[in-house]
């Protein structure tokens, strides 16, 4: 069977594609999917095909094979199934990081008071990306936001705005949930108030 070309090196942005690599990429793809047709006429069957993540093979997968991306699942060429991890974060010393390598939900557990710009935001895509944060009391309740209860002392304003002012909740077991994007890293996260349990 014919060895893919290192698609990172041989296709690179800026290389000269040989005819050798072309041949081997065109007769690798041949060899795994079927014959490839010199005049096409549309196709007759659709499939998925699934390139593995060192980019040096790739499976066709068939049409009602269920083929799992990360969380995400492709069945009959649709994709479903994409959804956002709940990532739980701890309080330690009234601060937290909310990292992106983890997730982009994040459920912060508030069983001490939050320090003054104590949630803070790692390994954020530098393009567009949104950003869920629920901050729940724990059992006990009665915990406090940099002394007082304004939701947006709690994140850095670099890196937050909040149009409208959100109160926290001291009741035991009481929430907020906000949802923010932004559409660059040039700019803070724009979080708006999308639940509460007061």
Do not use: C, W
Not at 91 to 115: K, M, P, R
Request: glycine share 10%; hydrophobic share 40%.
């Amino acid at each position: 069977m014919t060895a893919f070309p290192v698609i990172n090196t041989a296709f690179a942005d800026g290389v000269s594609v040989t005819k050798s690599d072309m041949r081997d990429l065109g007769n690798a793809t041949e060899e795994r999917i079927g014959e490839l047709q010199a005049d096409f006429s549309g196709f007759t069957e659709q499939a998925v095909v699934a390139v593995n993540s060192t980019f040096d093979g790739i499976t066709a997968v068939g049409s009602s094979d269920v083929v799992s991306f990360n969380g995400a699942e492709t069945k009959n060429q649709q994709v479903r199934g994409i959804r956002a991890t709940r990532v739980p974060v701890a309080l330690t010393a009234g601060e937290a990081v909310l990292d992106f390598d983890d997730g982009q939900v994040f459920d912060v557990d508030v069983d001490d008071d939050i320090s003054s710009e104590g949630l803070t935001i790692a390994n954020a895509p530098a393009d567009y990306s949104e950003i869920i944060v629920r901050l729940l009391n724990d059992g006990t309740g009665g915990h406090n936001i940099a002394g007082g209860t304004a939701v947006a002392d709690a994140f850095p304003a670099a890196s937050f705005t909040f149009p409208t002012a959100i109160t926290f909740p001291t009741g035991a077991d009481t929430f907020v949930v906000l949802a923010g994007y932004r559409f660059s890293a040039s700019e803070p996260y724009r979080m708006v108030l999308i639940d509460r349990d007061d």
